[in-house]
């Protein structure tokens, strides 16, 4: 960046591969990755403005933009610096873009963070289309780096970061955690395409659906969870702060649903009953879902969540066996999340339930013992991914004592897809499995009729019908139906 030059910034989430809008994966990338703002992008855009730095963003996925397009776009714009997401799955996604970038815009300074950067940071800096890594909440880290660059210097000493001298990587400090999260003003959310995000059919029973965070970090130690870029000290935004996100998402974006996509909404009781207190006070009319603990929930708080607007609770469930559940360290039984999920239904929630396929140590006979499971539980609704191992995470350690690592090619690691093989289990024996799990609860009697109570007016058959068709068309017949 040339000194003098005012600063301008582009954040920018990649595109998708033409190989990754193909087939199977395709869908899952349209339903699970490109249907939700990038809330991350979205707080640091709302901090540099505050600032007064001139910003945008561009969500290349949700936006339809290719990388032809995207660079296209970054030549219009002519920013000073692009900063750039990258998950585990788009990392490579983000060496692309940013090899392009280099070539096209040789001044502008390229930025790099996201989970998969918090956890393979000098890895990630081995790629020299990049100038500098983001380690860890990016807001100020990034703010800071925008004045360094600004200015005409190396961002010596800026917390949570590395950068490029020359040949040499510097590492600097990492940053602290911050500690009130309500210093952060609300996410740009003007910045983004808002009306492009639609949730999965049977996700989207009020519309429009939008989602939010209203904490950081989890004190739990579960063994497949990367802990990289919050870490493990829990912090709340006030009820106060939650509930005027909330109102601007109703009053500025129409939402008739918000979605809170915490790790972990509920760490204690009395934070929720705060926030469904604020709610009721200032008479906010508006659906919501949140993720619950089964070791931390109970019949009375369920019911006034209810009250308070709840619709749904997302269950983390993972396994069907104690043993399984044990060894990956959830801290949860199958009794207690039988106890959760049927105070839910009585409470007139929809219980989801998450489940993985394929930890350690598990085998095709637990893995049964979970499809089993789930489809004894009171629920409308499942999430079954297949167990993906990140740096980040304690498994990823593990992964020789109790099987195989597939590929170490990142733009595999959707958790749609087996990376990992446990001990006994191929790789087409977990897919077909995985078929299986939702083929098992969906395709059956309960299920159909728990999402027909559900239905309104036609919308809601239509939606219904379109929800059929996505889970016919990616869990329908395999070998595992015979056997």
């Not at 502008?108 to 963070?113: A, K």
């Not at 940071?121 to 289309?129: F, G, I, L």
């Not at 109970?298 to 709840?310: S, V």
Request: with cysteine; aromatic share 8%; proline share 6%.
């Amino acid at each position: 960046m040339r000194a003098g030059r005012k600063a301008s910034v582009v954040l920018v989430n990649p595109p998708p591969t033409p190989e990754q809008g193909k087939g199977k994966l395709a869908e899952i990338l349209k339903n699970l990755f490109f249907n939700s703002p990038p809330l991350g992008l979205a707080s640091i855009a709302a901090v540099l403005e505050r600032a007064g730095v001139p910003v945008r963003i561009i969500d290349a996925g949700a936006e339809g933009l290719g990388f032809r397009e995207t660079l296209s776009l970054l030549q219009e714009l002519q920013p000073t610096m692009v900063g750039i997401g990258a998950s585990s799955i788009f990392f490579a996604n983000a060496v692309q873009l940013a090899t392009a970038i280099r070539a096209a815009l040789p001044s502008v300074v390229i930025v790099v963070g996201g989970p998969h950067v918090s956890s393979c940071s000098r890895e990630v800096m081995a790629h020299d289309c990049f100038d500098a890594a983001v380690v860890g909440e990016g807001e100020m880290t990034m703010l800071e780096l925008v004045e360094a660059y600004g200015d005409g210097e190396l961002p010596k000493g800026v917390l949570g970061s590395l950068y490029r001298d020359g040949d040499e990587v510097v590492v600097n400090p990492l940053r602290p955690l911050m500690e009130n999260l309500d210093d952060l003003p609300l996410p740009a959310r003007h910045l983004l395409p808002m009306g492009r995000y639609i949730p999965q059919p049977n996700d989207g029973l009020y519309l429009p659906k939008h989602a939010m965070i209203s904490s950081r970090g989890c004190p739990y130690r579960c063994i497949f969870c990367d802990h990289g870029t919050y870490g493990v000290s829990y912090r709340s935004f006030s009820p106060t702060r939650i509930v005027d996100e909330m109102e601007e998402l109703v009053h500025r974006y129409g939402a008739k649903d918000i979605a809170f996509v915490d790790s972990l909404f509920m760490l204690n009781r009395q934070r929720v009953y705060n926030v469904v207190d604020e709610i009721q006070r200032r008479g906010v009319k508006v659906h919501w879902t949140c993720t619950v603990r089964a070791n931390a929930t109970t019949p009375e708080i369920l019911r006034d969540m209810k009250r308070a607007g709840c619709w749904r609770v997302r269950l983390g469930a993972e396994a069907g066996n104690d043993d399984v559940l044990r060894f990956i360290r959830k801290e949860v039984t199958k009794d207690q999340i039988r106890a959760v999920a049927e105070a839910a239904d009585k409470a007139g929630l929809h219980p989801k339930a998450f489940f993985m396929i394929g930890h350690p140590t598990e085998t095709e006979e637990r893995i049964r013992e979970s499809i089993d499971f789930a489809c004894s539980l009171p629920l409308t609704d499942i999430t079954v991914q297949i167990n993906t191992p990140l740096p980040g995470a304690e498994q990823w350690g593990l992964m020789g004592d109790h099987g195989t690592q597939a590929t170490k090619d990142w733009g595999h690691y959707s958790f749609w897809e087996p990376v990992y093989l446990p001990n006994g289990l191929t790789k087409e024996r977990l897919e077909e499995l995985h078929k299986k799990f939702y083929r098992d609860f969906y395709f059956r009697p309960a299920t159909v009729w728990r999402h027909m109570k559900m239905l309104r007016g036609l919308e809601d058959v239509r939606r219904f019908a379109r929800a059929g068709k996505i889970l016919a068309g990616m869990f329908g017949s395999s070998k595992a139906a015979s056997e």
